[in-house]
C-alpha cells in the first residue's frame, strides 16, 4: 500500500524555522518527483518545491515566494522527503502536503495526509 506520512508540522514564531518529513513507502522512492504543496485557508492548493532526480541529475523548483527561504531535499536511502523552511513568514501558515509523481511518463500521483504549519507570534 502506498503511503506518504508527513511530520514536522506544529507553531513556530514568525522569522523561526521548521523542518518536514515525508516518509514514502510501497513504491519505488527513486523513481518518482517528489514535491511540497500547501494550501492556506481560502486559497488554493500551491506547489511549494519539487526536488527530480532524471538520469542522475537532480534538480530542485520553487515558488517565487519560498526562493531563498524553503529548501527541499531527499534521501532515497531512507524513502524520505523533507522541506527545511526558514524566516518563516505568517502567510506560511498552511497545510503541507507530500507528493510523488513519476519521473518520467505517466504513472499514479500520491498524496499525504498533510501537515500543519502555524507561524504566528
Known amino acids: 500500500q502506498v503511503q506518504l506520512v508527513e511530520s514536522g508540522g506544529g507553531l513556530v514564531q514568525p522569522g523561526g524555522s521548521l523542518r518536514l518529513s515525508c516518509a514514502a513507502s510501497?513504491?519505488?522512492?527513486?523513481?518518482?518527483?517528489m514535491s511540497w504543496y500547501r494550501q492556506a485557508p481560502g486559497k488554493e492548493r500551491e506547489l511549494v518545491a519539487i526536488?527530480?532526480?532524471?538520469?542522475?541529475?537532480?534538480?530542485?523548483r520553487y515558488a517565487d515566494s519560498m526562493k531563498g527561504r524553503f529548501t527541499i531535499s531527499r534521501d532515497n536511502a531512507k524513502n524520505t522527503v523533507y522541506l527545511q523552511m526558514n524566516s518563516l513568514k505568517p502567510d506560511d501558515t498552511a497545510v503541507y502536503y507530500c507528493?510523488?509523481?513519476?519521473?518520467?511518463?505517466?504513472?499514479?500521483?500520491?498524496w499525504g495526509q498533510g501537515t500543519q504549519v502555524t507561524v504566528s507570534s
Open positions: 507528493n510523488a509523481r513519476p519521473s518520467y511518463g505517466p504513472g499514479s500521483e500520491y
Open positions: 510501497g513504491f519505488t522512492f527513486s523513481r518518482y518527483a
Open positions: 526536488i527530480n532526480s532524471v538520469l542522475g541529475s537532480t534538480s530542485t
